[in-house]
């Protein structure tokens, strides 16, 4: 048997990440990864049972490692506000820090095996922010709303920012860089859209 190494098993997973970021995974396939990876098809089913325990193993850990990233210095008990600021930072750092992990996990979500991935993602997160949303609603800190309402509202305008910061443009702007004046200011709206 084999052993495993993990300079290997690193370039495995990076270059899979980058192939499905260009190619999509329907553009995917083990043999384009193993001369991506510089290593024999054989070589990579030491690490992965198939093609896709692969995509589902590493994409699992890219969401857990953003899910670990965004909990940073936060807790569930801190005030609404101050703990959507950090999430809203540590979301940031990480979307600009990793760029290429970011367009992949997207890539997957939409993809047939997100149900599978979604089975191997870390529930701690869930009950963090859960908790931390409870406790906003009980200090009367957030207006109780429905789940996919709270998110929408609470996540999707830092996100469309940084789409914006990624393309370098937005719909009127030539050129667009995000920086902490616009994602405070645009926080600031969002927090009053979310208190009591």
């Known amino acids: 048997m084999r052993t495993?190494?993990?300079?290997?098993?690193?370039?495995i997973r990076q270059k899979a990440i980058e192939l499905i970021v260009t190619n999509g995974l329907e553009g995917f396939s083990i043999h384009k990864l193993a001369k991506a990876a510089n290593v024999s098809p054989a070589t990579i089913y030491i690490y992965?049972?198939?093609k896709e325990d692969l995509v589902v193993n590493i994409t699992a850990d890219v969401?857990?490692?953003?899910?670990?990233?965004s909990?940073?210095?936060?807790?569930?008990?801190?005030?609404?506000?101050?703990g959507l600021r950090i999430q809203w930072k540590n979301r940031a750092t990480f979307f600009l820090e990793n760029p290429v992990?970011?367009?992949?996990?997207?890539?997957?979500?939409?993809?047939p095996v997100y149900n599978k991935i979604a089975q191997?993602?870390?529930?701690?997160?869930?009950?963090?922010?859960?908790?931390?949303v409870h406790n906003a609603v009980e200090?009367?800190?957030?207006v109780p709303l429905p789940f996919e309402v709270y998110w929408s509202v609470a996540f999707a305008p830092l996100y469309q920012l940084m789409k914006f910061h990624t393309q370098g443009f937005s719909?009127?702007?030539?050129?667009?860089?995000?920086?902490?004046?616009?994602m405070e200011e645009t926080l600031q709206y969002v927090l009053k859209a979310l208190k009591p």
């Open 4 to 11: 495993r190494d993990e300079n290997k098993e690193e370039a």
């Open 48 to 50: 992965y049972k198939d």
């Open 63 to 69: 969401f857990n490692k953003m899910q670990e990233h």
């Open 71 to 82: 909990l940073r210095n936060f807790s569930s008990d801190m005030s609404f506000e101050e």
């Open 101 to 111: 992990e970011v367009q992949f996990v997207e890539h997957l979500r939409y993809s």
């Open 120 to 132: 191997c993602i870390k529930n701690e997160f869930k009950m963090i922010m859960g908790k931390f």
């Open 139 to 142: 200090k009367k800190q957030l």
């Open 171 to 182: 719909y009127v702007s030539p050129g667009f860089t995000l920086t902490n004046e616009i």
